[in-house]
């Protein structure tokens, strides 16, 4: 059976240019999770329309979350789980814990759930992104026990970085539903 990917945006949504909407376009078996309030989220919000989705999945799924997505991925996983995920692909988390990264309105997502996600996952981190120092992503990978990537100087590996299909992303999300297959 073909895995599904369920796309996470972050905040602001994931716009034309993004990674996330190309390969929502590309891939047939995709779903994107569509939050009411993008601009001003609340963990509790976004954590009920998550569950919502995730309570409609039929088939072994991926969660594919970028930047405050992330940490939504891991205060879900925490409460909650659901025999139909099977791994999530963490990009470029935003440090919720840190006003020096990130900004005021999502403080309501901290604190930065830190335990073994219950599932595997690869976390892909940029070198410049300006949400997160390269540091704290290394720790977030060890304690979520995520594969940890280095994707070079992309920055928030957003529409700003112009990946458009972002190849080597779906190079990596290959190699976690290869992992995840043979366990």
């Known amino acids: ?15 034309e240019k993004h990674w996330q909407t190309f390969w929502h376009e ?34 072994p799924t991926i969660l594919v979350a970028h930047s ?16 139909n995920i099977i791994g999530a692909f963490l990009v470029a988390p935003a440090d919720v814990d840190s006003p020096e990264h990130t900004p005021e309105i999502i403080r309501n997502f901290s604190p930065m759930p830190l335990y073994k996600l219950p599932f595997p996952s690869v976390l892909v981190a940029s070198e410049n992104d300006p949400y997160a120092s390269f540091e704290r992503k290394q720790y977030f990978a060890q304690i979520w026990g995520s ?30 539903i290869a992992k995840i297959n043979l366990i």
């Open 26 to 59: 590309k891939f047939k078996n995709s779903i994107r999770l569509v939050q009411d309030n993008w601009d001003e989220p609340i963990r509790e919000e976004w954590l009920q329309r998550l569950n919502e989705e995730v309570a409609k999945l039929d088939s």
């Open 68 to 83: 405050l997505a992330v940490s939504l991925v891991l205060h879900w996983a925490e409460t909650n789980t659901n025999k």
């Open 147 to 176: 594969d940890f990537v280095n994707v070079g100087q992309q920055g928030h590996i957003n529409s700003d970085s112009d990946l458009k299909y972002w190849e080597e992303g779906q190079e990596i999300l290959a190699q976690l």
């Open 1 to 15: 059976m073909e895995t599904t990917l369920l796309i996470l945006p972050g905040l602001g949504n994931s716009g």
